[in-house]
């Protein structure tokens, strides 16, 4: 689960801005928030609001862009920069971006932190808290940082019992450490990268990925077909199966089959339609674009349900109705349909969602005149903010920022 997260000079975030799951005890006694093992009071629900090119997307591509370092940094060609922009106005451009994540893996809470740019890592930090019935503290678990002047890394990880292969001289300058331990048996790293890999996302360094239905490999559509062509998953493809046929009358179910063409096995997919009596298979392609998009993001999103962790979705209701829309958040809310206490931070325009949310689950962004994005959650307002507030009325009316100004 996540506490919170932190960028600073990431694309339009030139200041540091922080996006924080943790509540306090004003927050509502309802099902959208949980307490963890050491007795964090967090939301499931994160929900991104703002005008286009407010920096929506920039926002959520740090969880995304930590999954990635934390998990395949150590296969990056070594000639390839890390896939990190800084703002690009002014003197920060020539300046390093900063990321910040406190995390929580059973009853330990980490904090990670890494300075970089596109070339190298300038330093990267975990720490660990450790609580008992008396107190909470904080043991840092490693520090490396690079030394410009001998151009090698200072390694302090005398709490992160590394294996003796692992030292100052063998980290790579664009690889995590967390990686680089994972690889060698390291059970901590391990433990830590297994939490990053079941994160869910339809976000990478260039943006939302968008509705690409291409049988290319890597694309969103691509990992679908095969994640529900194997057998493995058989139960979320039936409860996919399910909700489609809810959300869409006539649909029954799909197949996918292997269609041999020119030598080389693709894999066709067909959706079962029933009316009168009779069923008709429609090729994918002639689906309604609400079904295709709906056919991709379940997988992730019950994957999530299914076995905790978090979800990040830009443009969550392309293309889908806000009744839909509506329906797939409260499979986040709801404890039987999700008993792991999985999270989704989501940015939207189906701005009525907001009288569905508390003031605690709602980050308005906006730019302001000198092209930098600015990030709030709505209860950082004070007093002005009723929890009792028609939340979409005062937001359409322009009372809380974050719209556009045209």
Known sequence: MIHSFSCHNFYSFKDLTKVDFVVNKKAPINNSYFITETGSRLSKIETVIGPNASGKTNLLKVIPFLRWFIVHSFEIDIEKNLPVKSFFYGDSEKKPTYFAVVFQIENKIYEYSVIL????????????????????????????EWDPI??????????????????????????????????SNHKESQEIINFWRKIETNVIEIGWLGDSYSKDKGTQFYRAVNFYNNPQNKIIKERVEELLSQFDLGLNSFNIEKDEKEGEAFLRLN?????????????????????????????????????GGIIVLDEFDASLHPSIVLKIFELFIHPETNPNNAQIIFSTHNHQILNSLDK?????????????????????????????????????????????KI
């Open 271 to 307: 959706f079962n339609h029933s009316f009168g009596g009779e069923i008709k298979l429609l090729p994918f392609i002639y689906e309604s674009s609400g079904t295709k998009q709906l056919f991709i993001i379940l997988k992730s999103i019950l994957s999530v349900l299914n076995n």
């Open 117 to 144: 740019d596109s070339k190298i890592i300038k330093k990267e930090e975990l720490k660990v808290r450790v609580k008992n019935i008396k107190k909470t503290s904080t043991k840092k678990l490693f520090t490396r």
């Open 360 to 404: 605690y689950q709602i980050i308005l962004v906006e730019k302001n005149n000198e092209g930098v994005s600015e990030a709030w959650r709505l209860d950082e307002m004070g007093s002005e903010v009723r929890i009792d507030d028609n939340f979409y009325a005062k937001y359409i009316a322009g009372t809380y920022g974050g719209i556009p």
């Open 150 to 183: 001998n151009k090698k890394y200072k390694l302090s990880a005398r709490n992160f019992n590394l294996p003796k292969v692992v030292d100052a001289s063998q980290l790579q300058n664009k690889a995590s450490l967390i990686c680089t331990a994972a690889r």
